[in-house]
Structures are given as structure tokens and as C-alpha cells.
């Protein structure tokens, strides 16, 4: 199975010249088990192998939502491969770490996929640019009856869908939204929140989930509860509060232009000075720099650089992606020198071919 | 007295488009004395007046090396002037403190300059671009004969020019050169080299003369013996140490693009990307950065500015420079802003303007 295909595309969580500004992506992920079948943990290399054989042609082939699909078995992938699919958010750092038995199922634009085999039989995911979990969960929803019908779920009428985890019985469902929130970062606002967040059964994670610091001022809210509530009423409360938090984040953002307008300026200037002439960039420094050169944009005060562009660059920096792109293996203190370069050449065309230019606050 | 016309030219120590590279200037100053008056330190605020009041027409209109002249009685400027003469390297810090009875009388393309009643009754100075100490010499022995015509010296047959402080006795002569060393301080290689001046008699200071910190990796080379040996053979030793030390700048430099090229790109590029979009600069970073770009320009990295641009920013972005072109005292933070902003404009209308471009190493 050959990816190259990927890595020219936009990940599915941009839309090109992105209206969004505050939230940068919508997901759902499903944890769904077959009923008739140990779960991966316990079943043992063979069964896992005989289900991946036996489901993957079945979920590319009669699967409506999934088409067209790429069906990817993590041992036909390299190393790198795994790499640059958990870069676009595709699939689990653990599910990189697996081989034989454990795969894939993609639609093309990225937009749905199917871990399978990773800690669950199926892990279903859908993602989406801005604040739309809504439908999401309409969309996600229809792609699970759709699947449903060609293999029978494990499902307990008094617990909901079993899962692997405890922590995901009931609806094994995780709802979450990305969030940019330099604004409340530069203003040193978000510690209380992300405090607040824990309190009220969400959790607050990194750019690239569970166990990641927030690089680039991301901030990825999910539910923590999966039982004992609808999972509409769960997509719900998450839009609500990322609502109260872009509130927040816009708060903060007019305080900065108002307050503190030459300290902003300033660190939106040296994002721009340095993304465009450095020659060593680490992976951090890009992502926090993309960050504040992504809040010029947003407040106007970089107007010829898209916000497209930005959010590609945050994906095409990432090591795996270099490498790829380079075609080949990069140890670290080279990747800086291939990113800066990735870098400076992507905001150097955008800025001279771009045509649209927004300016308007959200 | 005003002087607001100097700040529109450049400083006497950087020639248009300069070729200098590593050498900025070469400087000596003379130390002397009245015969029949009290050193400034005794005689007392009356005699420093009176000395003043007879000797500084007869400066400005009978000595031709100083023609055209400026006459400025300290009294006559505000703190903020005095601090301009300062950064030009015009009059000491100290004289900057004094009144009425002290002064300067400065040739206007402030080339030679007399301090009056700073330390001594007469400081004569010569500053100039490029390693030129022989020609310095020549130029102000011909200047203190001059003088001598006019006013008889504290002369000691066996000592030599007689001074307030001892350490000047003698010829009374300091003469120094400003090395740019970046090389040598982004190789590691600068302490050594200090530490073996002073073994050798010679002072390593800052930018701002003695008991400044070495800021923008400007270093002044100075003898600190003034007894006991001739001038010439005092220039000639300092001239040929600073040939050793080019060399040894050269040589860094020369490693520093064959083994860490990416480093220096790096280091320079974001000299480049700072300068041009930050919109708060300290004056130290301002230094730092400038040069950065200026090891740019002389490698050949960055093509489209000129040294004499940079030499004139490292002038006006200095406190004193800063508020007389906005018209107004200016807080630190607020020096910060317009210093940002002056070197954007300065950076950009030169990039444009500018015509020639040289690339050779020196």
C-alpha cells in the first residue's frame, strides 16, 4: 500500500482559506467491538489477522460513507508511513507501534477512518474543519448503522457498547474540539480554564492527543464520560463549552489589541521576521511560532498569508512529513534545517500568489 | 548652541557605503594641559569659566585643522544634546555631567574634536573610519602642534605632558581601533584573545569606552601605558595587534561557513527576520542583532543592505538619537517601539534604494 498520495492533500481538518479562527477542527471517534470475537488484547495475533483479512474488503467495498477507501494493513506500511498517519491525526500512536492483523479503512479525503485492531476491533473516526460536532455525530452516527449492518456490535442492553477500556463502555464515544487559543495563553488566562475544564468531567489535551503538551497553543477539549448520557447530549455540552471558551479566547484577543497592542504586535512581527528567515527551526519553535503568525492573520495584522497555509505548514513541519517529503531519513538537527527551508518557501509562494486577503474579526 | 543638524549626518567614524569590514574606526585622543592654569579638577569653577570664555574662539577661528568649527558651552545644551554627543562618541559621559565653563569644540564633520575642562583642560580627539592609526597620528600631532601655537602646554621635560590623572602622563595619548568580532564570539574564541591584551598591555572595552560591556560584539583595543614609549611606536604595536586580531576574525569566520554554515545562516537569518518585523527592540538586542546582519552582509549572506546603513542604525537607535528624531522624551518601553520602528523603515528604504551591492570577503 503506497500513501505518497497523502501527503499532497490538506489533512481533513482545513478547508483551503479556512474561515475558521478560533476553532481549528470538529471530531468523534467510535470504539466499537464485534460481537462474536475476543477483543485485540485477548484474542491473539491469528484472530486479529483473520478479522483484519475478513473486515477490511467488506468496509471498503459495502460501506457508502467510507467511499472512496484506501485499506491500509499497518505491516505493508514503513516506519515512516506509520509516522505521517499519525501526523494527520489518522491513526494512534499505538496503532503505529502494531503490525500484522491491525490496519486502516480511509476514506480518500480524510475526512473518515477506521482504526482496526488498535485497542478496540473498530475504531471509527470522522473529523472535520470548525465547530460542527453536531453533525458530526449525525454523520458518524449514519456511518455506524451503515456498519452495524454487515457485522453484529458487541453490546450490553444495561452497559451500552463493551469496549476494551472500562473508561470507554456505554457510548465509546470521544467527542472533541481543537481549539487555538493564543489569547488566552499570551494573556496568561488558561490555566484556570483548562482547571475548570477538569472539573466539569472534560479533558484537555495537545495537539496530537492523550499524553502531548500543547504545542502551537493548541488545546483539544474532550468529553471524559462515555456512560450514562446520550452522546447527543454529550456532542452538546462540549459545543456549549467550547463555545463559553472562543468567548473567552475573542475576550482576550480584543483586551491584547487594546492593552497590549505593541507587546502583540511585536510578538506577531518576530513570528512572521522569524518563520521567514530562519534556517533552524525545532519542531516546537515552529508550531508556537505558526501560532502567533496564525494570531496576525486572524487579527489582521498579517494580511498576506493564508490561514490555509498556516494550518498546512503545522502539518507538513512535523518530522515524518520532512522526511517524506525530502525523501529521505533526517536526524533531528537536519530535520530543523529541512523545516526552516519547508517553511520559508511555503509563506514566500502563498504570499505572492494568495488573491484573498481578510481582515474582518470573527 | 544647537545642534540638531548633526544627528542628520553620519557619525565621523563610518564613510559612505564603507569598504571596512572588520576595523570600524580608528580613534586617538590627546590629553593636555595648560601651563599657567590649575588642572579643571583644582582650579575651581571660576578658572574653568575664564579658560572657556578666552580659549574656545581662539580654538574655533586660529587653528585650521579644526575648520570649519562648532563652539558648544555645555551650559548652552539640555541633557538630552549632551547625551547625543555622548553616542557620537563626541564628548566622555563625564564631560556630558559638567556646566558652565566646560565644552567641546567639534569640526563639523566631526572628525576632530576638543573636550574643554573635561578631565583636562584640553582632550584632543580624532576619529576615523577603517584601521588608520599612522594617518590618525600624523593628523593630530599636526592638531596639537597647532594648539601649542596658540597656548602653552604643562610640559615636564622629564615626564612629559603633565595630566590630571597619572595614568595619562607622558604623551598624554590613547589610541584605540573598534574591531566588530562576531566571529570570535560565535566561535567561542573571544575570551582568550581579551585576557591575552591584557597580558600585552593593551585594554579591551565596549562600544561606549571604559566600563561599558561589549554590546553588538563591538571591541575597543587601547594601549593603557602613556610613559615611556613614542607615540608612533605605541600606534604601530596596536595597529599590528589589531592585524593579529583580524586575522584570528577571519579565520573564525572562514570556520564558521566551512564547519556550521547552517548555524550562521541561522544566526544571521534571524538577525535579518527580527530587525525587519519586531516592533520592541532593546538597544542591547538591537545591537546584537545588528550585528548579525552586519556578519551577513560582510559574508555575503544577506546582499541587499548596506554596512553603512547598519553602522548609521547602531548610532540612532541609541537613547539620546531615538528621542531627538521623535521630538519628545521617550520612556525605556517607549524607546523600545520607535527603535523597532526606525530600524524597520531604515532597513526597508535602504533595501530599495540601495544600488550597490558587494559580495567580496575582505
Redesign the interface.
Known amino acids: 500500500m503506497n500513501i505518497d498520495g497523502l501527503i499532497q492533500q490538506s489533512g481533513a481538518w482545513r478547508t483551503p482559506d479556512s474561515e475558521q479562527k478560533i476553532v481549528i477542527s470538529s471530531r468523534i471517534r467510535l470504539a466499537r467491538n464485534l460481537r462474536d470475537y475476543a477483543f485485540p488484547g485477548w484474542g491473539g495475533a491469528e484472530e486479529c489477522d483473520r478479522i483484519w483479512r475478513d473486515l477490511s474488503p467488506r468496509l471498503c467495498d459495502d460501506v457508502p460513507s467510507l467511499k472512496p477507501a484506501l485499506c491500509i494493513g499497518m505491516d505493508e506500511l514503513d516506519e515512516l508511513d506509520r509516522q505521517i498517519l499519525t501526523e494527520r491525526h489518522l491513526i494512534s500512536r499505538e496503532q503505529a507501534e502494531k503490525g500484522k492483523g491491525s490496519g486502516l479503512i480511509l476514506k480518500k479525503d480524510e475526512t473518515v477512518s477506521i482504526m482496526v485492531n488498535e485497542e478496540d476491533h473498530l475504531r471509527l473516526q470522522m473529523l472535520v474543519p470548525g465547530l460542527e460536532l453536531k453533525d458530526v455525530w449525525k454523520r458518524i452516527d449514519a456511518l455506524d448503522s451503515e456498519i452495524e449492518q454487515i457485522v453484529p456490535y458487541a453490546f450490553s442492553p444495561r452497559l451500552g457498547y463493551l469496549t476494551s477500556c472500562p473508561t470507554n463502555v456505554g457510548t465509546g464515544m470521544r467527542a472533541s474540539v481543537m481549539l487555538h487559543l493564543p489569547g488566552l495563553v499570551l494573556m496568561n488566562e488558561i490555566n484556570p480554564i483548562i482547571k475548570g475544564m477538569g472539573k466539569i468531567g472534560l479533558a484537555v489535551r495537545g495537539l496530537w492527543g492523550e499524553g502531548t503538551e500543547s504545542s502551537g497553543n493548541m488545546f483539544q477539549i474532550s468529553n471524559q464520560m462515555t456512560l450514562g448520557e446520550k452522546e447527543i447530549d454529550l456532542v452538546e455540552n462540549i459545543e456549549q463549552i467550547a463555545q463559553e471558551i472562543i468567548e473567552h479566547e475573542k475576550n482576550a484577543r480584543t483586551r491584547l489589541m487594546e492593552s497590549r497592542e ?2 502583540l ?2 510578538h506577531v ?2 513570528a ?9 527551526l525545532s519542531s516546537n519553535e515552529a508550531l508556537d511560532l505558526l501560532s502567533g503568525l496564525r494570531l496576525g492573520v486572524d487579527l489582521g495584522i498579517v494580511k498576506d498569508v493564508g490561514r490555509a497555509v498556516i494550518d498546512d505548514l503545522m502539518v507538513v513541519a512535523q518530522p515524518a512529513h520532512l522526511q517524506k517529503f525530502e525523501g529521505k531519513v533526517l536526524k533531528p538537527k537536519e530535520r530543523d ?1 529541512y523545516r ?1 527551508e519547508r517553511i520559508r518557501k511555503g509563506l514566500t509562494k502563498r504570499r505572492t500568489t494568495r488573491t484573498r486577503g481578510k481582515k474582518d474579526h470573527e
Chains 1, 2 share one sequence.
Do not use: C, E, P, Q
Not at 272 to 280: D, E, K, R, T
Open positions: 505593541r507587546f504586535r511585536d512581527g518576530r512572521v521576521g522569524i518563520l521567514s528567515n530562519a534556517h533552524l534545517w526552516a
